[in-house]
């Protein structure tokens, strides 16, 4: 028997990963600073080995934990940081947008890693 991908199969599994499904709303509420930070990995003014980096540094992401529940301050903390980016979107410059960014994610990667 083949799997799909049904669209109520898909649903059902981002929400069994608690974990999963922040990263995906962060894909989509932090897309202007994964495209400004892409165009400027690419225009040579960064370091040629800042992504051998990026990539050394997800290859230590415990990918096998995005069930992990996250708890009540952890959402908390999400929430304010997105308002945070959400409020200085349109007059910081993109760096600080990704330093927030950062900060988010490690609210996620530092709780997938936690210990049960």
Not at 43 to 61: I, K, R, T
Not at 88 to 113: D, E, N
């Given at each position: 028997?083949?799997?799909?991908?049904?669209?109520?199969?898909?649903?059902?599994?981002?929400?069994?990963?608690?974990?999963?499904?922040?990263?995906?709303?962060?894909?989509?509420?932090?897309?202007?600073?994964?495209?400004?930070?892409?165009?400027?990995?690419?225009?040579?003014?960064?370091?040629?080995?800042?992504?051998?980096?990026?990539?050394?540094?997800?290859?230590?992401?415990?990918?096998?934990?995005?069930?992990?529940?996250l708890e009540f301050g952890d959402y908390l903390l999400l929430a304010l940081l997105v308002f945070a980016y959400l409020f200085f979107a349109a007059s910081a410059p993109p760096l600080l947008g990704g330093i927030i960014v950062v900060a988010?994610?490690?609210?996620?990667?530092?709780?997938?890693?936690?210990?049960?």
């Amino acid at each position: 028997m083949e799997r799909s991908l049904h669209p109520v199969r898909l649903l059902v599994a981002l929400l069994d990963q608690p974990c999963l499904l922040v990263l995906v709303g962060f894909a989509f509420a932090f897309w202007p600073i994964g495209l400004w930070y892409l165009m400027r990995m690419t225009d040579g003014s960064d370091e040629p080995l800042g992504v051998l980096a990026l990539v050394v540094a997800m290859m230590f992401v415990p990918w096998r934990k995005l069930d992990r529940l996250l708890e009540f301050g952890d959402y908390l903390l999400l929430a304010l940081l997105v308002f945070a980016y959400l409020f200085f979107a349109a007059s910081a410059p993109p760096l600080l947008g990704g330093i927030i960014v950062v900060a988010a994610l490690a609210v996620v990667f530092l709780k997938m890693g936690a210990p049960p």
